[in-house]
């Protein structure tokens, strides 16, 4: 069955320390990958996506992610934590043969300490 | 802001009562689709709509329906409400086809007392 699995329920990094959450799938073939931010109470904001190409993709608010096909990976990165990172983040992939459905993880729970 | 819009914000239910949350999707996208998403979980796909008609579902019961317009607004529907379907609702838009992200609306907050 097709899942996304996020390890870490809950990271806190000291702001301007690096940053990588991490996301593992479970997918028949290679599925079009996602990495989405939601504040409290809020809806999901796109950070970044792949769908094919270079392995290493560039989002907003400076994440990046790198897709390893070998380890069945898309962590997410960020070199220098600012408190305004303090959201959950959630790891998603799109099901194309199911309606295009996204299957998420469990999201991981991002706290900034001064 | 992504244009995908929602509402009601917050809403308060009986159980056993009937929903109904509305969406207005970003311009140009005529694709739909509703997740549930329970407190401390990811969001869980309910189905999706496109060109009116749904066009794959999750695992939730037939008690929750949904309907597409023909300018690409939609209505998930849940009758017989439970205590279990407290969650934030969420409604995405996309455009049919490939390399195509979903935007995502800021949610329904809906409790069931």
């Known amino acids: 069955a097709q899942s996304v699995t996020q390890p870490d329920i809950h990271i806190t990094v000291s702001e301007g320390a690096s940053l990588e959450l991490r996301c593992n799938y479970s997918?028949?073939?290679?599925?079009?990958l996602f990495w989405y931010v939601q504040s409290p109470g809020q809806g999901l904001q796109l950070l970044l996506k792949?769908?094919?190409?270079?392995?290493l993709v560039q989002g907003i608010k400076g994440f990046e992610a790198e897709f390893k096909r070998s380890q069945s990976s898309f962590n997410l990165r960020k070199p220098s934590v600012h408190w305004s990172d303090a959201a959950e983040y959630f790891c998603?992939?799109?099901?194309?043969?199911?309606?295009?459905?996204?299957?998420f993880g469990q999201g991981t729970e991002l706290s900034v300490k001064p | 802001e992504t244009g995908v819009t929602q509402s009601p914000t917050h809403l308060i239910k009986t159980r056993g009562q009937q929903v109904t949350l509305r969406c207005s999707s970003q311009?140009?996208?005529?694709?739909v689709s509703w997740y549930q998403q329970a407190l401390g979980q990811g969001p869980q796909f309910i189905f999706q709509?496109?060109?009116?008609?749904?066009?794959g579902r999750g695992n939730f019961p037939p008690r929750f329906s949904g309907l597409q317009f023909p300018n690409y607004s939609s209505e998930l529907n849940v009758n017989a409400l439970e205590l279990d379907d407290s969650a934030l609702y969420l409604c995405?838009?996309?455009?049919?086809?490939?390399?195509?992200?979903?935007?995502f609306g800021q949610g329904t907050r809906l409790t069931v007392v």
């Open positions: 995405a838009s996309s455009v049919k086809g490939l390399n195509t992200e979903a935007f």
């Open positions: 997918y028949g073939a290679t599925p079009y």
């Open positions: 792949y769908f094919s190409g270079d392995t």
């Open positions: 998603a992939a799109l099901i194309y043969n199911q309606g295009g459905k996204l299957i």
């Open positions: 311009s140009g996208h005529n694709t």
């Open positions: 709509y496109y060109r009116e008609e749904e066009n």
